[in-house]
């Protein structure tokens, strides 16, 4: 099943003004740098973003930031973005916040056809507000529900035509899950192989998951905090 | 004398076991890797989904897709492995981790901890911690024990948004080693030439103090 | 004349779309796959943890490590994926198989289904069917009319223990294809060369017959 | 952190009457072969066994059907097998059904700390009695429960010695949940290497959740539908 589009363009058609996006990612690492920069071209407004993280103020999620396309970001950890801190606090941007765990989990979920499950995280704190509480084993638990997104958006390692994925590293992160949740789920790759060039035993995310494949134009890959140690 | 950060994690690292799998919060708790004692084994676990974490990587050889929670180029060890943040957080919730370290700006006698949130001021997220602090069985909290305006952080009742309830065991600051049972602080060490009445004098919360409090020994 | 096997299979066969993931389940569904119509690309799924399942191996090719759901050994086609039980049912439940045939013992007019009980008799397990028959929107049964001592199949309510509720659309037996719909049986195509009447006889839950019933074309 | 024990013997050591276990494999296909024969040499009695099936006769789970070692098998589809229809007709043999979909998940879940979730599968049927049933997205589903072990059991292709795994074709299916839900988790494997011969991009089991890694001395690997075509 040929799932391959000829280029970022191509590869989002059909996302608009008002949707849900999901976006994979860990800070800007493992990143769909490709289609958040056509993102901001298409100027879509009024998005819904679920990625862990919301960029820097100049590169990743906070390039949509600054042209205010974000009307809501679902995320577990956004500190390291003034303009996010400076929108959230104005008003202008609502914020939900999730444990990191739960956020994995209710995307994995999502795509699992799993509508809620339980989780220790996040009872007795905000996070608990208006949330079922049942106790397991001796310990109080919420109930957690699934996330969905219309359009998931991923990067992986390497694709090939089918749309099964690879990961490297670190990049890996939200990326599988997420490839799961989406009604439509778009891969940028850095290498696009052609079917059967990857072992099929080692394959992290399936092509099932994924409507949508392409070479991204360019990588930059850009390293948050850069920490090295003398020789 | 009250200890540094080093000496905080230096003396955190006492709490290592043989075999252990350990995930690190950030701050204090990252420099925690350096003081292994010897003849010990552990392994580190990053929430964005490695396991077998090592070092910084020399100038040179960072890779961009190799980071760590706080989002620090980091090197894998021999046997690492990476995975996706649904398997990271299934080994986090699942106990498959043997302790924890982790930073807080508050701590209260009955366990709870704060270390997400100043309303107003601060929202940077939860991140991992409140999966880390509401799954695992063995948490010790690094931190200090006044904040800047010299104001108690040890308290009968945390006044900042909590991260977990009832979860934290230990507590390792500069002037002490503090376990909570059953609603109180027990002092257990102090740190060299740290007098029981400087403690007493800076912890908020009720603090159970035995009749002789040994010297923490490095 | 009624279809035998083969011409039930190739009969759903026709129903494939481009693009489509299926799971076939064991027996009749599983010939379905010899008659995917040309020009038609779609891949199979099998529970067990393949996706891209291709035709038996040659004698000789037989791999242990590769079977089917069925525990029959298969080959993958190139671009085939294997994962585990839990992905595999993520795919099911998650509903990104796009289409489930399977067999049945009995259904029933509001779409229950029963092929995993005989109470006393038969107790084999219900597998991966109903995860299956839960999760997928789009069910076709595929299934003989009648039971060997000649009684109906297609009933008004299912007489063994269910698989699932509500959930099959479509039955194709050797004498017709019966869509469901509004808690009755609608006759859409009859096997070549036989009559209305005799489905009708042979089909004990009510059976909606329009004036026209087209003969299925292979 | 080093995982490897001498042999099948020093691997089993600790499972006692009564215990719960969890064993790997889908037919004859990925089954812990050399532990099932030590089991049946430690002749431990009373056993409640989770695995996806029960089986042959004379080989797999049927060798502890065989010498009534089981108590209770918690399966989902147990048909290869005269001796478990036997012992379950005449009431020697507990037998607790569950759908295949849903005994992947509940094993997962026990390995990851979630202790309740929600699936369609098996609404509306026997495996629904007793179950809770909530409406999401206009269709019931029922909640289901986590799965444990004292010892889970798993069969792998390549381990290495920190106790990472690596599965080979279909032969992977219920072994990474199970490995995740034992209290202790055994890993035999075809072939063990040193730590760092596995690729850490392409390991299916991280070894945090394997206790005791082997080398198993043989694998029979019995095939139990051999069907081919000709040339």
């Known amino acids: ?231 | 004398m009250a200890l540094d950060k080093i000496g905080i994690a230096k003396r955190i690292a006492q709490e290592l076991r043989d075999g252990w799998y350990v995930n690190l919060g950030i701050g204090i708790p990252t420099l925690v890797a350096n003081y292994i004692p010897e003849g010990i084994e552990v392994e580190f676990q990053s929430e964005n989904g490695i396991l077998g974490m090592g070092p910084f990587p020399f100038e040179g050889e960072e890779d961009a897709d190799l980071i760590n929670a706080g989002k620090q180029t980091i090197t894998a060890t021999k046997g690492a492995v990476f995975f996706d943040s649904a398997t990271s957080f299934a080994m986090i919730r699942g106990q498959h981790v043997q302790l924890t370290v982790l930073g807080a700006m508050e701590v209260s006698q009955n366990g709870d901890i704060a270390n997400w949130k100043i309303p107003g001021k601060m929202v940077k997220g939860m991140g991992g911690a409140m999966d880390l602090v509401a799954s695992a069985e063995n948490i010790i909290v690094a931190m200090m024990h006044s904040n800047k305006e010299g104001e108690s952080k040890i308290l009968k009742k945390c006044s900042l948004p909590l991260t977990g309830v009832g979860c934290v065991k230990k507590v390792v600051t500069e002037l002490a080693v503090l376990e909570i049972k059953d609603g109180k602080f027990y002092l257990i060490e102090r740190a060299p030439g740290v007098s029981v009445e400087e403690i007493k004098s800076k912890t908020e919360g009720d603090l159970v103090v035995p009749d002789f409090v040994p010297e923490m020994v490095f």
Chains 1, 4 share one sequence.
């Open chain 1, 1 to 231: 099943m040929n799932k391959q589009v000829k280029n970022v363009e191509e590869a989002l058609v059909g996302i608009e003004d008002g949707m849900t996006l999901m976006l994979g990612g860990f800070g800007l690492c493992g990143i769909p740098e490709n289609s958040i920069a056509q993102l901001v071209k298409l100027n879509v407004k009024n998005l819904t973003c679920i990625s862990n993280n919301a960029g820097v103020d100049d590169f990743g999620l906070g390039l949509l930031l600054q042209g205010k396309q974000i009307k809501k970001m679902i995320s577990s950890y956004v500190g390291e973005n003034a303009e996010f801190e400076r929108q959230m606090l104005s008003g202008e941007l609502e914020v939900d916040l999730i444990p990191q765990g739960s956020l994995a989990e209710r995307c994995r979920a999502g795509g699992a056809g799993i509508p809620a499950f339980f989780t220790p995280a996040g009872f007795g704190t905000e996070v608990a507000e208006g949330k079922e509480v049942r106790i397991f084993n001796g310990k109080p638990h919420i109930l957690e529900s699934a996330l969905t997104a219309d359009f998931a958006i991923v990067k992986a390692w390497k694709g090939d035509t089918e749309g099964n994925l690879v990961f490297k590293g670190t990049a890996r992160n939200f990326n599988p899950m997420m490839a799961m949740a989406g009604k439509i789920t778009i891969a940028e790759v850095e290498e696009l192989v052609p079917a059967g060039e990857l072992d099929p035993n080692f394959i992290h995310t399936p092509g099932i998951f994924v409507q949508r494949i392409f070479k991204g134009e360019k990588f930059e890959k850009r390293i948050e905090q850069r920490t090295v140690r003398t020789k």
